[in-house]
């Protein structure tokens, strides 16, 4: 399995931006499916957005569309998420996480790999 570790979180007022970051270590991620999750206090763990082997199709939460950006370097064996126009609703842990399959999903269990996450924190 590869291992995730995100980068990036941090806390910003509302209307910043931020760029997460998740580099896979142990294997290389060009044949990953990618995703990122976030999970509020509270709240389950929810789909942010997903990003194809290739880089070519992504796909968003109808909640971030238009705000994030999910990209991949797969030369460099990292997954990016850019985050702007953040809201205080956006406050929550990221993960990122990896798709053996390549396709990417907003279905969490079709997810192998998981990061630890990184805080994200919105204020108003």
């Known amino acids: 399995q590869v291992q995730l570790v995100e980068s990036g979180g941090g806390l910003v007022q509302a209307g910043g931006s931020l760029r997460l970051s998740c580099a896979g270590t142990?294997?290389?991620?060009?044949?990953?499916?990618m995703g990122w999750f976030r999970q509020a206090p509270g709240k389950e763990r929810e789909f942010v957005a997903c990003?194809?082997?290739?880089?070519?199709?992504?796909y968003y939460a109808d909640s971030v569309k238009g705000r994030f950006t999910i990209s991949r370097d797969n030369a460099k064996n990292m997954v990016y998420l850019l985050m702007n126009s953040l809201k205080f609703e956006d406050t929550a842990v990221y993960y990122c996480?990896?798709?053996?399959?390549?396709?990417?999903?907003?279905?969490?269990?079709?997810?192998?790999?998981w990061g630890q996450g990184t805080q994200v924190t919105v204020s108003s």
């Open positions: 996480a990896a798709d053996e399959y390549g396709l990417g999903s907003r279905i969490r269990n079709h997810y192998d790999s």
């Open positions: 142990g294997r290389s991620l060009s044949t990953y499916g």
């Open positions: 990003i194809h082997w290739g880089g070519s199709l992504t």
